[in-house]
């Protein structure tokens, strides 16, 4: 039996008026999702916790299993891991966005534009980092390149400072989000000194780009600890993703990480891609269980982009899940795919909401004969609710499977 989990990251929304008062998920053409919904179950999932922040860092340690009251010690550690980063025990470790900031006001008032500077190449941000870098690396404070705008830094013997994302917050000004921590202030607004009229970001304005003109600090945690995938399941497992922080789940967990030329995390990656890195994983590489995570649909929903984010959905449908599947039949493999988003990303918001998402459970030894479509309101009339999202992963992976 192959085990095959498809994560779009904030693919679950609320109806659109747009959309002839659909969501995306239900609005978007997606027959591949549709024929599971229809020989598989639907129902509903909790992912976040009541009272946690809905991050997809909480969220997708859910759906690998992991209770997020008890296991999750802060996003940005998770990330970290796939950067290679050493950590020690009393490290504080913080997600460092390279952002768009408005350019004329003192540094205090200035209006956050854009959290990802443009979905900036991780080669133009590394440039960028080089500098941040020089400027402050320290024995106390260490700077890392992550993937695009997603950066590490890391505070040597520091404390948990709350900051809140910055993608919370766009169009807003920072006056009042700007962290009390006098070292990370003081850092952030010597950033744009450094960082507005760098050569890269000159260039960059000339093109019509975004510059990347401030770091903000975000998401801080200490060293995590994984009882390890493997050890868990008895099952080899490889994740598919381009993010860092699903990449450092994978690495935390004894997961293979699969590398895929061309995955951006935005809604232009390399479907194609991302699909065969799977079957290759499932079908050659000896490995049990494959995550497919794709960041697209949360991308467009932080952009506030409707047709965008049913595009991601469609694709993720035609592109992956299609292949995926075809594949495996034309192996002759028994398999069961858990298809759900972690959270909603709401485009009226364009950020993360902690509600239940829709999900797929699909056996194609048990394949049931009904018909459905794929999306929150179906999934909701089921009836079949799952108040603990880490409980989920045990159903799927258990000897009775999916009914």
């Keep these: 039996m192959k085990y095959i989990v498809v994560l779009g990251d904030g693919m679950a929304d609320e109806p659109v008026e747009a959309l002839g008062g659909k969501t995306p998920l239900e609005y978007a053409h997606t027959p591949a999702m549709d024929a599971l919904a229809s020989g598989g ?25 992991y ?3 008890t296991d999750f010690t802060g996003r940005s550690p998770l990330e970290a891991l796939s950067v290679g980063v050493e950590m020690e025990e009393d490290d504080v470790i913080f997600r460092c966005n390279v952002v768009t900031l408005t350019e004329e006001e003192p540094y205090a ?3 956050i534009l854009d ?12 440039i960028l980092m080089d500098a941040i870098r020089e400027a402050f690396n320290s024995e106390e404070i260490q700077f890392y390149t992550g993937t695009s705008y997603r950066n590490i830094c890391v505070w040597k013997g520091g404390h948990l400072v709350d900051i809140d994302p910055p993608h919370d917050h766009l169009g807003q000004k920072i006056t009042e989000l700007l962290p009390t921590e006098k070292l990370f202030r003081d850092m952030m607004e010597k ?27 975000w998401g801080a945690g200490t060293k995590p600890s994984f009882d390890g995938f493997e050890a868990r399941t008895g099952l080899k497992g490889a994740m598919i993703s381009a993010v860092d922080l699903l ?16 995955a951006t995390g935005s809604l232009h990656t390399n479907y194609e891609g991302k699909a065969q890195a799977a079957i290759d994983a499932l079908l050659h590489d000896g490995c049990d269980f494959a995550y497919i995570h794709l960041e697209g649909p949360d991308e467009m929903a932080h952009q506030g982009l409707t047709m965008e984010k049913v595009e991601s959905i469609e694709y993720l449908d035609s592109r992956i ?10 192996a002759g493999e028994s398999y069961r795919f858990l298809i759900l988003p972690d959270h909603p990303n709401l485009l009226r918001l364009r950020t993360h909401t902690a509600d239940p998402v829709p999900y797929i459970l699909y056996d194609s030894t048990k394949v049931q004969k009904k018909l459905a479509r794929y999306g929150e309101t179906e999934a909701a009339a089921t009836g079949i609710f799952e108040p603990k999202g880490h409980k989920l992963m045990e159903r799927f992976l258990a000897a009775e499977g999916c009914n």
């Design 67 to 69: 209770d997020p009251l």
């Design 321 to 330: 899940i299609a292949p995926v599947k075809a594949a495996l039949d034309a």
């Design 109 to 111: 008032e200035k209006t």
């Design 41 to 65: 179950e639907m129902g509903m999932v909790q992912n976040v916790p009541l009272g946690m922040s809905p991050g997809s860092e909480i969220a997708n340690l859910s759906v690998m299993g």
């Design 247 to 262: 990449k450092g789940i994978a690495v935390g967990d004894g997961l293979l990480v699969k590398e895929v030329e061309g």
């Design 191 to 217: 950033s744009f000194d450094i960082l507005n009229n760098h050569p890269l970001n000159v260039e960059r304005a000339a093109k019509g780009l975004n510059k990347a003109n401030s770091l903000w600090f």
């Design 115 to 126: 959290h990802s500077s443009g979905e900036i190449s991780t080669a133009d941000a590394d």
